[in-house]
């Protein structure tokens, strides 16, 4: 229900574009693909052309097919200290890799009764607006944001991961769909779970990571990672009322 027909969808840090079309074949109305690469988003729009997915006609009130923009922005990210908990941890590699393998069951789901006072305070997505993030788009503007963003274990990215979390938080009106490092699942719900929202793993995978970066030591690495949901949708009341 999240991404398909009547839906719209925000893919932030869209690299060549997978994720993007994806939900445009099955169905999705609306698709903005963000980067802060230009050569990731020409890539993207060429994948994009192959698949025959830029043919959608605005002004045909019957052209069932998917609208879809390009967007180039950079996300703001200041890098959390190197002995902060969280974010990136001290695994090697980017959410870049290659997955492969199926999902596992989910599991770790929000509302676990993890002490979420226990972590260092981070601005909540509520709280954060286009200026905060750098993403020129207003909050609630979509039902689904998809991002595969980076681990945090670049030198001087730590926590970048937590920050693609939270603009995707602040974009969408629905549900979040995000990859992490399967090492970082605790910290991450507690950091949503203090945002105010449920979150459950809904797939394990492994991304094989090709080495990138001179501190990366082996040529490949496989790193367990998991695909979460946050939802965003609040319960309906106990009483029935709206």
């Not at 445009?24 to 980067?35: E, W």
């Not at 910290?187 to 459950?200: A, F, P």
Request: proline share 6%; glycine share 12%; hydrophobic share 30%.
């Amino acid at each position: 229900d999240d991404v398909g027909p009547g839906r719209s969808v925000v893919d932030l840090g869209c690299g060549t574009g997978m994720l993007s079309i994806g939900s445009a074949i099955v169905g999705s109305k609306y698709v903005v693909l963000i980067d802060c690469d230009e050569d990731a988003l020409d890539v993207a729009k060429e994948n994009v052309e192959d698949m025959g997915l830029l043919d959608f006609d605005d002004d045909d009130d019957d052209d069932d097919g998917c609208e879809m923009e390009f967007l180039m922005a950079k996300l703001k990210h200041v890098a959390k200290k190197s002995d902060d908990s969280g974010g990136g941890g001290r695994g090697k590699g980017r959410g870049r890799g290659r997955g492969r393998g199926k999902g596992g069951r989910g599991r770790g789901r929000g509302r676990s009764g993890t002490d979420a006072t226990s972590i260092p305070p981070i601005k909540p997505p509520q709280d954060t607006s286009p200026q905060d993030d750098g993403i020129p788009l207003s909050s609630n503007c979509v039902d689904t944001v998809m991002t595969n963003p980076p681990f945090g274990t670049k030198p001087g990215n730590a926590g970048i991961d937590v920050t693609f979390l939270r603009t995707a938080i602040r974009l969408a009106s629905r549900a979040v769909y995000s990859f992490h490092k399967s090492s970082t699942r605790e910290y991450l719900i507690r950091v949503v779970q203090s945002w105010g929202y449920d979150v459950e793993v809904v797939a394990q995978m492994k991304f094989d990571i090709p080495k990138m970066y001179k501190f990366h030591d082996k040529n490949n690495v496989d790193v367990d990672v998991d695909l979460i949901r946050v939802n965003l949708v609040p319960p309906p009341s106990q009483d029935g009322s709206e």
